[in-house]
DNA sequence: GAAAAATGTGTGTTCGCAAACATTTATTTT
DNA sequence: AAAATAAATGTTTGCGAACACACATTTTTC
């Protein structure tokens, strides 16, 4: 076993330079001859040196400044979440000189994305984290950190005109195929099932139609036309409204027996049917919110797929760092699992595991 | 902001003492006076001092060996994967002196593992991760490791007599219960279910029981009397017998329209169902092998309830370490999650393995 | 062709801590 | 009270890399 670790020093030794010199080379820095960089690259990949980032870590005070970007969690507690995972990623890198700046914004207002973004562009971080709510609104900026090679990762919601560093969020299509077995594989005879988007933030849009989908194709493509799958455009200005929609849907279909709903709403339609004493409908939806566990634990809903926003936040500046910090390869994508929870097996994820993922 | 980090100087400098001195009290290696280590302590705990790990962790050569005492994968690919995830949290560990050495023994003979732990105890490591899988073989490798204070942590066979360091692991019981929902959420009509214990070394009776009991609470818990549960042991010394034993069962059962699967062998019944070309029974089993694999992908396998194997390797030695080198407080048990995995989600489970590998 | 600028290379210090080593102070022994 | 010993404390080195700086050599400029 010859696992003694290559130094610089090593390699100085080897090139018979001085380490100063393949400092210069490691660093790029220049002011190093063609000649003896050459030799130096060529004895560094021979004796595969790896740097010792304990060592770096150590002696370089460079710091770190990323930038996140995201929902303040005063409009959308979903938004909790990526920030406790965040944080928690940070508490093991912040050693390495890592600082993490949060810039909160509003979900409903793109001017204050808008301006918080300005605000991320004037620090001059040395990358980004945020979720690209604001589709039109991001592209400018999005070219801007490109030019000033600044790397950015997306997460939660995916953009494709630009290429980020990485984009860490969930496979939608297949979260909405995996709906459709959920609710079919608890549904003894044909009937109806309600498939139900709620209005949201525009931004979402590409999102609940990936997971719609998945969920139809689920049943055509397993041949199962028996079940008539009603689709319905849900608002909630208010109490009454939401109420009088939810009643006509069920006043006009006796059968539904389950439903899909595409966003982190289910709780709505759980309480709506709660109210009514309709007990024999599935629910699926998304999203591990205070009311939606609620619902799940007296019984109203049958399922919840869990996006893991909190791993999704954890794992976005794992890999920024990764990158920045570490050098390593990232992947351009990562899917987090799809984490499928019920009532049985909800403790598990409530205080959650991430790095074992 | 005055997060200036603080150093031994600093503590030196405030005690008037040289850092040296702090050095030791803070290594307890003596040789101070009375007086002056109290003081210091005061000091350290006003001043908030937290040890740099980067400093130590270059400045320390100490290794930390970790033991590993598993069953070796050739005899049950099921360990392939905890092996996996000690590696992958290795990887990140290595750097901070840890050395890890496996031994291997053969899970159906217990003198194999008496042999290895023997050779732990010889090779006298720091620290040592195992699974105890020969309850009354093991008893007393824990008392001289206790008492030549050698933490141990206890991974996916727990063992009470003993307390270790830690025990990693999942909640039986619970996933027993999880099992009795989804079987329940799946079924239509009153039948009857099949509880399936298949012949396991008795190191998982315990185990086996709880799954079982969990199981059972879950339909006598949620006043389901109408669901007739059928208890059965089966062997499998050969092929032919096993056949024999199905078909009594199935012939004197013709109502069975979901089987529970105690262990990992789900994929013996569904090999026999497909057989037979029964089409209409749920199976719930455990473990992502790979011939559970394949009928979970063919339907015949309804859902697998994921032990984690990887995750438990990797917070086996996340967590020893944690209290080894970074001297942090280790809970005593880690539950890790019950992951349910469909055909529809369980290729974000697969490839996790396969990163690391 | 001499001064100025650019390029190439080596040296020394720093980061915070661990641990060996060196020195001072206190205590015991005779 | 001097010598011997033990106890307490101080000093130094080095872990591996980053980077500022010093110096030497070459190239450019007018």
Redesign the interface.
């Known amino acids: 076993m010859n696992d003694k670790t290559i130094t610089i020093k090593d390699i100085a030794l080897k090139a018979k330079v001085s380490a100063g010199t393949v400092d210069r080379v490691l660093h790029k820095r220049g002011k190093v001859a063609p000649k003896v960089e050459e030799k130096i690259l060529r004895i560094l990949k021979e004796m595969e040196y790896e740097p ?4 770096r ?2 002696s370089s005070k460079k710091k770190y400044k990323v930038a996140v970007l995201i929902p303040d969690e005063s409009y959308d507690s979903y938004w909790f979440a990526p920030k406790a995972g965040i944080k928690k990623s940070l508490k093991e890198l912040k ?2 000189g890592l600082e993490v700046k949060f810039y909160f914004f509003d979900p409903y207002t793109a001017s204050s994305f808008v301006d918080k973004a300005k605000e991320v562009s004037l620090d001059n971080p040395d990358g980004i984290i945020l979720t690209p709510i604001f589709h039109r609104e991001v592209l400018p900026f999005f070219e801007s950190w490109k030019k000033s090679e600044i790397p950015f990762v997306l997460f939660n919601t995916e953009i494709s005109d630009f290429e980020p560093l990485s984009y860490i969020g969930q ?1 939608s299509y ?1 979260s909405g ?2 709906a ?3 609710i079919h ?2 549904l ?2 044909p009937c109806t099932i309600l498939l139900a988007h709620f209005d949201e933030e525009t931004s979402n849009a590409a999102h609940l139609e990936k997971k719609e989908l998945g969920f139809k194709n ?1 049943f055509s493509q397993n041949n199962l036309q028996q079940y008539d799958i009603l689709k319905a455009e849900i608002t909630r200005p208010n109490y009454a409204s939401f109420v009088g929609q939810m009643d006509n849907i069920f006043e006009n279909n006796p059968n539904i027996k389950g439903v899909f709903v595409t966003t982190s709403k289910s709780f709505e339609i759980a309480s709506y049917l709660n109210q009514k004493h309709i007990h024999d409908v599935n629910i699926i939806g998304y999203d591990l919110l205070a009311k939606n566990l609620h619902y799940l634990k007296n019984n109203t809903i ?1 399922f919840l797929i869990n996006q893991n926003p909190k791993g999704q936040g954890f794992w976005s500046l794992k890999l920024l760092t990764d990158k920045l910090i570490f050098n390593k390869e990232v992947p351009l994508l990562k ?6 929870i ?4 909800v ?3 409530i205080e ?2 991430l ?3």
């Open positions: 010792n980032i304990i060592a870590a150590l050693q390495f496979d297949q195929y995996l459709g077995k959920l594989y608890g003894s005879e689920y049958s899917y987090l699992p799809l984490d499928i019920t009532k049985e097996n403790n598990y994820f959650e595991d790095e074992s993922a």
